[in-house]
T-cell receptor, first 115, second 117 residues
Framework: AQKITQTQPGMFVQEKEAVTLDCTYDTSDPSYGLFWYKQPSSGEMIFLIYQGSYDQQNATEGRYSLNFQKARKSANLVISASQLGDSAMYFCAMREDTTGNQFYFGTGTSLTVIP | ETGVTQTPRHLVMGMTNKKSLKCEQHLGHNAMYWYKQSAKKPLELMFVYNFKEQTENNSVPSRFSPECPNSSHLFLHLHTLQPEDSALYLC????????????????FGPGTRLLVL
């Protein structure tokens, strides 16, 4: 079974608007971390935000926030005030404490910001 | 300047060639990773090294051979590849994540775009 599911292959958003990128995950490990990465066309994966399974509050980093719903096993990324430079692929990933260095990635969502 | 560098950035090779990809990290990390990224597929973890020792090998064909001479350098030696091996190969590094440290992320290099003809 897929550990990470991203159901939106492509998304469009108007500049300055907010957008939500969906991510659901599957794990039986009580301790895990969820990550979002941005991949511009240049190829490098850029770490954006982290949410721990025991964190009580949703993570925020500047214009990025993570809508963490543990019971639903979802970890959606919200980008506020979209900018043209936000156009990129976005990947959701998970690491379980019991599996050491293994990161599981989704198939990604391509975001296009429209001027 | 990125903390993880990869060379070459682009590589075209024939199926009978031998080539190597190089990765170097300047972050003081002790774990390094090779991933394969193909279109419309999740990133595939290929190899993991912790303190220069290989700890993961996810059923990767023997035509891919990793080498980790020290904690800062990682190589991927390529030999008699197939056209389906064409992909973006990403290197990453992190602290050793075994035994917890769930908040630690990986840091990625820019990747090598490989085309096998």
């Amino acid at each position: 079974a897929q550990k990470i599911t991203q159901t939106q292959p492509g998304m469009f958003v108007q500049e300055k608007e907010a957008v939500t990128l969906d991510c659901t995950y599957d794990t039986s490990d009580p301790s895990y971390g969820l990550f979002w990465y941005k991949q511009p066309s240049s190829g490098e994966m850029i770490f954006l935000i982290y949410q721990g399974s025991y964190d009580q509050q949703n993570a925020t980093e500047g214009r990025y926030s993570l809508n963490f719903q543990k019971a639903r096993k979802s970890a959606n990324l919200v980008i506020s005030a979209s900018q043209l430079g936000d156009s990129a692929m976005y990947f959701c990933a998970m690491r379980e404490d019991t599996t050491g260095n293994q990161f599981y990635f989704g198939t990604g969502t391509s975001l296009t910001v429209i001027p | 300047e990125t903390g993880v560098t990869q060379t070459p950035r682009h590589l075209v090779m024939g199926m009978t060639n031998k080539k190597s990809l190089k990765c170097e990290q300047h972050l003081g990390h002790n774990a390094m990773y090779w991933y394969k990224q193909s279109a419309k597929k999740p990133l595939e973890l290929m190899f993991v090294y912790n303190f220069k020792e290989q700890t993961e090998n996810n059923s990767v064909p023997s035509r891919f051979s990793p080498e980790c001479p020290n904690s800062s350098h990682l190589f991927l030696h390529l030999h008699t590849l197939q056209p389906e091996d064409s992909a973006l190969y990403l290197c990453a590094s992190s602290q050793d994540l075994r035994g917890g440290r769930a908040a630690e992320t990986q840091y990625f290099g820019p990747g090598t775009r490989l085309l096998v003809l």
